[in-house]
């Protein structure tokens, strides 16, 4: 089944300690990205990635890092997380660039 | 830069109303817009898409049609079940950048 799967769903985590979330797909896409959804607000694009070792920032970057070591992984990494970090958080990938992104089903991150 | 603009919510409707939720964007060059839903506890799931002007998306009864003039892309659906109660997000991508708008919270009502 084709699928983008993030863990955990979910963290609650306290402040500074550093955290990673995975996600992975099954589908062979190039391009992958993490978001971040917080109330009236939608979702904001943090890091996307066009191909393996290829990133770059979206709106939100800073306080994450990520990594596209392999083309079906792309862990999003907090290294001291802070209270506004607390939200929803989404993988998605997609084939190419204008076509449909495949989302997980979120991880919800709680930062105390 | 990019942007997407749709209705705020919460929009609730009794069963079988008419629905419309507002999208309008702006973009450089052609973008291709998206209608995602969310359903509770859930990822965003494509609903439909268009790809050029006057391009029209359809799937599960809802429609949206790519308005080049007005820069829109409006959802609709004749007829809302309880089932379609969501949250919807319209979405624009143009190169690499990918947008989407604050979402629409829907509830139907039996």
């Known amino acids: 089944e084709a699928q983008v799967t993030q863990n955990p769903r979910y963290l609650i985590t306290v402040t500074g300690k550093k955290l990673t979330v995975t996600c992975s797909q099954n589908?062979?896409?190039?391009?992958m990205s993490w978001y971040r959804q917080d109330p009236g607000l939608g979702l904001r694009q943090i890091y996307y990635?066009?191909?393996?070792?290829?990133?770059d920032k979206g709106d939100v970057p800073e306080g994450y890092k990520v990594s596209r070591k392999e083309k079906r992984n792309f862990p999003l990494i907090l290294e001291s997380p802070s209270p506004n970090q607390t939200s929803l958080y989404f993988c998605?990938?997609?084939?190419?660039?204008?076509?449909?992104?495949?989302f997980g089903q979120g991880t919800r991150l709680t930062v105390v | 830069g990019n942007s997407v603009t749709q209705m705020e919510g919460p929009v609730t409707l009794s069963e079988e109303a008419f629905l419309t939720i507002n999208c309008t964007y702006t973009?450089?060059?052609?973008?291709?817009l998206f209608w995602y839903v969310q359903y509770p506890g859930e990822g965003l799931q494509l609903l439909l898409k268009?790809?050029?002007?006057?391009d029209k998306g359809s799937n599960k009864g809802f429609e949206a049609t790519y308005r080049k003039e007005t820069t829109s892309f409006h959802l609709e659906k004749g007829s809302v079940q309880v089932s379609d109660s969501a949250v919807y997000f319209c979405?624009?991508?143009?190169?690499?950048?990918?947008?989407f708008g604050a979402g629409t919270r829907l509830t139907v009502k039996p």
């Open positions: 268009a790809t050029k002007a006057d």
């Open positions: 589908m062979n896409h190039e391009y």
């Open positions: 973009a450089t060059g052609y973008p291709s």
């Open positions: 979405a624009l991508r143009g190169g690499d950048d990918m947008r």
């Open positions: 990635s066009m191909n393996v070792e290829v990133t």
């Open positions: 998605a990938s997609s084939f190419r660039l204008n076509t449909e992104a495949f």
